[in-house]
């Protein structure tokens, strides 16, 4: 039997000239947040399984990818899948930083700025732009209770997206409890809230009356939809609420720098957002290119005490696509190529390697048929090499 040569379905295999512009992505958004006086972090792919479907996930949670006890702990007999699971792949990055968090705390500063970069996996329909497996990066700050926090990621974020190449974007803003007193306003009960922000996070797939449907699928009235619908359509301005004053505080300062404007329509997916909200959009994408908001209530999981924190993440392999079909140029290294033919030559061919291998150069050894020279000389300028060398003829 031949086995498949694709990849699983919503993975990817990334080829050499792709993973160079994945490593300058990574290091441009690395090089910034380091300048910003975010420090890395790294946590496990796979978490624990209660932790993961009890976190507030939002749609996220029909999308865990579970793992299976092993061994004798796995019993299959008259088994329900909560008695053969115990791990899961994690689904974000902010479920585990808030975990490593609690559990690392005598060890971190206060406030906690932290960026963390890795694989997350959702069993979500691929499409372009979306992926069962994907990268995250992820900056987020935990123990700071003012808005300097949110203001500090709106300022940080959108330095990355502008030193890639982006110049056609906005920073949309909104709060969830802003949100919260919409739907309270609107006659519907306070316990449907998650739910209903599930369905109005899909308004960008599904349109307006996709939502609509929805939302009566959940019991809702006309009365009610309608009303829900109407505020959503609110002006800043003419919200008196405390959450909306920190708003027009954040969008006052930020907006001296980058774009950015109040989105009543704006919700965020995740359950577990307890205030500001915001998504980084731009005209070259159908979707955002990066998205966060504050999660106050997240280490309440672990921990008594309630502990600030905010996040915000780039739309990594969006931001990948983006730039694939911008066709970059990526400053590289010098490279040369060492072509030895006899084997008289191969310590000649090392000894050269030796020497001229710098920071500023990159080398690599052939050995090459007589008779096929000119096709591999040609082949490696094709494949980029600059500078090409035969050995035995100096």
């Known amino acids: 039997m031949k086995f498949r040569k694709q990849p699983a379905k919503g993975t990817q295999d990334v080829l050499p000239k792709d993973m160079a ?5 990574l290091d441009v958004i690395k090089k910034t947040y380091a300048e910003k006086g975010f420090t890395q972090i790294q946590t496990p792919s796979v978490e624990d399984i209660n932790l993961l479907t009890n976190s507030d996930g939002g749609e996220n949670l029909r999308m865990l990818f579970k793992i299976l006890k092993r061994g004798d702990k796995l019993n299959l007999e008259n088994a329900t899948e909560k ?6 792949l994690r689904f974000d990055l902010t479920l585990p930083l808030s975990r490593f968090y609690a559990n690392n705390r005598n060890e971190l500063p206060t406030p906690f700025k932290a960026v ?8 979500e ?6 992926y069962r497996q994907f990268m995250q990066c992820d900056v987020d700050i935990i123990g700071e209770k003012s808005i300097i926090a949110e203001i500090e990621l709106l300022m940080t974020v959108p330095e990355v997206i502008h030193r890639l190449g982006f110049k056609n974007f906005v920073l949309k803003i909104n709060d969830r409890r802003l949100l919260k007193d919409m739907v309270i306003s609107s006659d519907i009960s306070e316990d449907k809230f998650s739910s209903i922000c599930i369905s109005l996070d899909k308004v960008d797939k599904i349109g307006i009356e996709g939502v609509k449907k929805e939302l009566a699928a959940k019991e809702l009235s006309d009365t009610q939809i309608k009303s829900l619908i109407k505020r959503m359509d609110t002006k800043l301005e003419d919200i008196d609420f405390e959450a909306a004053k920190e708003i ?3 969008i006052k300062v930020v907006s001296k720098y980058y774009p950015i404007e ?11 957002y307890t205030g500001s909200i915001f998504e980084v959009q731009s005209n070259e994408f159908k979707g955002s290119l990066g998205g966060g908001g504050r999660y106050d209530d997240l280490l309440n999981k672990f921990q008594s005490d309630t502990i600030p924190a905010v996040g915000f993440s780039i739309g990594f392999e969006r931001i990948v696509d983006l730039l694939k079909t911008k066709n970059i140029e990526i400053d590289t290294k010098e490279k040369i190529a060492l072509v030895y033919i006899n084997d008289e030559y191969l310590e000649k061919t090392v000894e050269l390697s030796k020497e001229m291998s710098d920071d500023n150069k990159i080398v690599s050894m052939f050995k090459v048929n007589k008779n096929k020279v000119g096709k591999k000389i040609k082949k490696m300028e094709e494949e980029g090499f600059t500078n090409i060398i035969v050995v035995d003829k100096i």
């Open 21 to 25: 512009l994945r490593n300058y992505i």
């Open 83 to 88: 008695d053969i699971t115990d791990l899961g």
């Open 116 to 123: 963390q970069i890795g694989d997350v996996w959702r069993a």
């Open 125 to 130: 329909r691929p499409q372009k732009g979306r």
């Open 248 to 250: 027009n505080e954040i």
């Open 262 to 272: 109040f989105d009543p329509t704006l919700v965020r997916g995740m359950g577990y």
